[in-house]
């Protein structure tokens, strides 16, 4: 009976030892040394399975970061950002543009009277600054009902060499793309003083696919400043348009880019970085100005490309446009013409009055220079040097032609400025321009001071077609009319017959 007993206690204990051999009590220090080795085995296999699974999720999330900088910053899944295609059809207008300008709170209040300029109520898109800014209750001005965003703290924790500024507004992109408005088909991104022409934005934007992936800008008109930062890249004051397609990509890969390209100094030159590893090129528009120049923008904007005013920039560090009128006094002159007929806004258009050999350059909406003495075509579309490069403030080099402003009085023009605007029938407009004074100092030849003796200069046309951008380009013609005084003249601006030469 006791050898019965005590077998079933013995089998007993080796039973529970089979059922449970990791959880039994030691009697003995061999069965110590045996416990320790499995839950240190056990231990090992868990946390190797947990590091597997780890590496996997990461490596299907994270992009790629250079080892060289040994960065490591948690970044937002591509998925995540890669939004459904706009499936946005039939033409363009100013709804499909999300606007993404730069700002910050420091300044903002002083620069919205630019971007009040062009803001209207169908503008869709937000200005975002580092902080929130504080508006006075009683503030009844248009120019703070403008949308304003302040933009995600995350950009902080980015390195950066020179401007912190930069990678914040290099991530306006991000900001922008992720808010997911329907129905955009354009990201266009500018500062806070930038002043854009959007009728003639859109019409620029029309020529281009938006569901393929495009980079569309200008570069700098001081050639120091090209080769400092690069060629082949949108420079951000004069503003530049991203498709949504190129939007996205690029949302995807800001962060990984802001951490590669911490050493560049402007947020454009970051974009410009990624937009390149993106493998898609720079299209330049004529009509995005940086205006990288000092003084006076006179001349350059006198003889405007042959192309839609799209922007202009650096206002606050240029001349005035106008004489006797402040920056912002200018540009309100500048609008009234503009909104009677946006796609001729600047247009030069040339023409001489053979009878007393005069030379005649129109800037419509803007100025008349009239010489007493004939300048070819291509000497009256080369822009006066009235200005310097932006740096060095030195005569150039710019990356287009100019020719000298003479020293002699009398080989200079005689002025007029824009100072009336009207429309004629909904078809045409009569735009006004007075001498205006430049200071070209006094000219005692009789027949400049004929010219001096003009006060007031009319000019008629019909309204620009709109399809004329989308042809190939030609300036337009113009002509002197018979009648008037000594003291008015009057112009008429048409087109060019087929055999007609300037």
């Known amino acids: 009976m006791k050898l019965n007993r005590g077998g079933g206690e013995l089998g007993y204990h080796h039973e529970v030892l089979k059922f449970s051999s990791l959880t039994f009590t030691p009697e003995r220090p061999r069965d110590y040394l045996v416990l320790f080795t499995r839950l240190s085995i056990l231990t090992c296999l868990i946390v190797s399975v947990s590091l597997v699974l780890r590496a996997t999720i990461s490596s299907s999330s994270a992009p790629y970061y250079s080892s060289s900088y040994r960065l490591r910053f948690l970044a937002v899944s591509q998925k995540a ?99 997911n408005l329907p129905d955009v088909r ?90 390149s590893e993106i493998g898609v090129p720079f299209t330049e528009e004529r009509g995005f100005h940086q205006l990288d120049i000092r003084g006076d923008p006179y001349g350059f904007l006198a003889a405007h490309p042959l192309a839609p005013l799209v922007s202009l920039h650096h206002l606050d560090y240029l001349d005035p446009l106008f004489p006797n009128k ?96 009207e429309d004629v029938r909904d078809s045409g407009t009569k735009t006004w321009y007075s001498v205006g004074d430049k200071n070209y100092g006094h000219c005692g030849n009789s027949e400049y001071s004929r010219v001096s003796k003009v006060k007031r200069i009319l000019v008629t046309s019909m309204k620009m077609d709109p399809e004329y951008w989308n042809k190939a380009p030609r300036r337009q013609c113009c002509e002197l009319l018979e009648g008037g005084n000594e003291k008015e003249m009057s112009i008429r601006i048409r087109k060019c017959s087929s055999l007609e030469m300037i």
Not at 110 to 121: A, G, I, K, Q, V
Not at 123 to 151: A, C, E, H, M, Y
Not at 403 to 410: A, E, G, S, V
């Open 81 to 179: 950002l890669v939004l459904p295609p706009t499936r946005s059809v039939g033409p363009i207008n100013i709804s499909h543009i999300q606007f993404c300008i730069a700002g910050a709170a420091e300044t903002w209040i002083d620069r919205s009277r630019y971007t009040s300029l062009w803001w209207r109520n169908t503008t869709r898109g937000f200005v975002w600054l580092d902080k929130p800014v504080k508006i006075r209750k009683n503030q009844s001005d248009n120019r703070f009902s403008i949308p304003v965003r302040v933009s995600d703290t995350s950009w902080t924790r980015f390195r950066f060499s020179s401007s912190q500024a930069a990678v914040r507004i290099a991530r306006v992109i991000w900001d922008s793309y992720r808010l």
């Open 186 to 275: 354009w990201f266009v991104m500018g500062d806070d003083d930038t002043v854009f022409f959007t009728d003639n934005l859109v019409k620029v934007l029309s020529k281009y696919d938006h569901e393929q992936m495009w980079y569309i800008g200008g570069n700098s008109e001081s050639v120091e400043q090209d080769v400092m930062h690069d060629y082949n890249m949108a420079f951000g004051g004069g503003g530049f348009a991203i498709s949504r397609p190129l939007a996205a990509r690029l949302a995807a890969a800001m962060d990984g880019c802001l951490q590669r390209y911490f050493y560049f100094y402007g947020s454009d030159q970051r974009i410009a970085a990624c937009v």
């Open 326 to 421: 402040t920056p912002i006094e200018s540009l309100h002159t500048l609008m009234k013409p503009y909104t009677l007929d946006p796609h001729r806004i600047l247009q030069q258009i040339n023409c001489h009055d053979h009878k007393r050999r005069w030379s005649i350059s129109i800037s419509w909406g803007y100025s008349i220079q009239v010489y007493t003495y004939f300048l070819t075509a291509k000497e009256l579309e080369t822009p006066l040097q009235t200005f310097k490069t932006w740096r060095s403030f030195s005569d150039g080099p710019f990356t287009f032609n100019t020719r000298p402003l003479k020293r002699d009085p009398c080989e200079r023009p005689v002025t007029y400025f824009m100072d009336g605007a």
